[in-house]
């Protein structure tokens, strides 16, 4: 991926997923970590033992760990950090905090994590910043648990089943907010597990996650019952540059009509929105890909979220030392300084700006995919 620091993925040999190749020949890549760690608390649970399994019939080479503890990943110089920290999968039991759900406005009721961190590397990433330490991929082997702990948050609307527009999908568990799930589906089975967990649940509840992966194949058979809502991260082509060891964005758009055509409903995550050269003409392009995807999928339920680029001091800083030579633009005098509601600082577009770009970008889905309701821009 030419936006990917050499380095990053040098050597990293990818396979090919074919049934996720998109009709144009282009193939997805699937992730294959350099390293894989396993510590022993993960092999107590069976979820743990069946992604060892998987892994080693992948022929990946597993470390088992003697402590439960990661160590070792610190590097003095951030982006040998970075890179080596990337290309590591950890199988660690999620610590109990993990249990007990926060609230995720405006994108659903509950978040939960099947894992943390991503393999992609994103010039922007959303986690920079929020996560602690080198950015290592760790999945959780008590899966379990944390589908069997959800039971306790269903109906208990927070934000979104409060809006009327939303009644209907009952409570929502967000499974993306932490990792990329479907990034690393090959790799855990963690999302087909949840999957299922969630088409078996009487009460009325919605699994939800965004990717910017398209490896779909697995998914489109499993006994889903319109429960999980797939919604597909995606740009205008001349923003997707930023997005390195992603699937290209082409093969997204593919996959979501793939799934929509298995009875998923689906969304476009239009994120992170930024004033592009011919910002007009490159998002009108990306809807009209979008919509010709979704050309006559029978009883389409599509959503559609708006999400503009912003930063933080504290991720600007992580950015600039994970990709050092990025030209995605994170200058301040060019921003609006808005204060967040727990006191700290982020550099959003301008309100005219802003203004500009939801108009058109909702003039565009109004116009092109009709059957989108709009969740949210911010
Ligand atoms: Fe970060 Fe998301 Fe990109 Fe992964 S897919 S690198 S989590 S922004």
Same mark, same amino acid.
């Given at each position: 991926d ?10 990293d040999?990818v396979r090919?997923d074919?049934?996720a ?7 997805s890549r699937l992730w294959r970590p ?52 990337k290309a590591?999968l ?24 099947l894992a943390e961190g991503c393999p992609a590397h994103c010039?922007?990433c959303y986690l ?7 950015p290592?991929t760790r999945a959780?082997?008590?899966?379990? $648990? ?7 948050? +269903?109906?208990?609307?927070? *934000?979104?089943?409060?809006? %009327? /527009?939303? !009644? ?7 499974a993306s907010?932490y990792t990329d799930p479907l990034g690393i589906e090959h790799l855990t089975g963690s999302l ?17 996650f965004t990717t910017k992966f398209a490896a779909v194949?697995p998914l ?10 797939i919604?597909f991260s ?9 997005e390195g060891g992603t699937a290209p964005?082409?093969a997204r758009?593919?996959a ?5 055509? $298995? ?7 239009? +994120?992170?929105?930024?004033? *592009?050269?011919?910002?007009? %003409? /490159?998002? !009108? ?94």
């Open positions: 030419a936006s990917s620091p050499s380095d990053l993925h040098a050597g040999p090919r074919p049934a190749a998109p009709a144009t020949g282009r193939a350099r390293r894989v760690l396993v510590t022993p608390g993960a092999l107590e649970h069976p979820h743990g033992r069946a992604i060892l399994a998987r892994l080693e019939a992948q022929g990946l080479p597993v470390e088992r760990l003697a402590a439960n503890r990661l160590t070792g990943l610190r590097h003095a110089d951030p982006r040998r950090a970075y890179a080596e920290a590591t950890a199988i660690v039991v999620a610590p109990p905090t993990k249990l007990k759900l926060q609230p995720i406005p405006p994108s659903a009721d509950w978040r939960f994590d010039q922007y920079a910043g929020s996560l602690s330490g080198p290592v959780y082997a008590n899966l379990e $648990a944390i589908l069997a702990n959800l039971g306790s948050y +269903a109906g208990q609307g927070g *934000v979104t089943s409060a809006q %009327a /527009a939303r !009644a209907h999908e009952g409570t929502t568990f967000e907010c087909s597990a949840a999957i299922r967990h969630f088409g078996a649940w009487e009460a009325p509840v919605q699994l939800r194949a489109l058979d499993l006994p889903h019952r319109g429960r999980t809502r919604r995606v740009n205008a082509a001349p923003a997707a540059r930023f964005l082409r758009l593919d979501m009509g793939a799934v929509a055509r $298995a009875g998923y409903p689906v969304g476009l995550t239009i +994120a992170p929105i930024l004033p *592009v050269p011919d910002w007009r %003409a /490159a998002y !009108a392009a990306l809807i009209a890909d979008a919509a010709r995807v979704l050309a006559g999928v029978p009883n389409l339920d599509l959503t559609a979220e708006l999400i503009t680029h912003r930063f933080t001091p504290g991720s600007k800083q992580v950015l600039e030392g994970w990709y050092p030579g990025s030209d995605l633009p994170m200058r301040e005098a060019e921003r609006s300084r808005k204060l967040t509601k727990f006191g700290s600082v982020k550099y959003v577009f301008p309100k005219d700006l802003m203004a500009e770009m939801r108009e058109a970008l909702t003039g565009l889905l109004a116009r092109d995919l009709p059957a989108a309701r709009v969740l949210y821009w911010t």
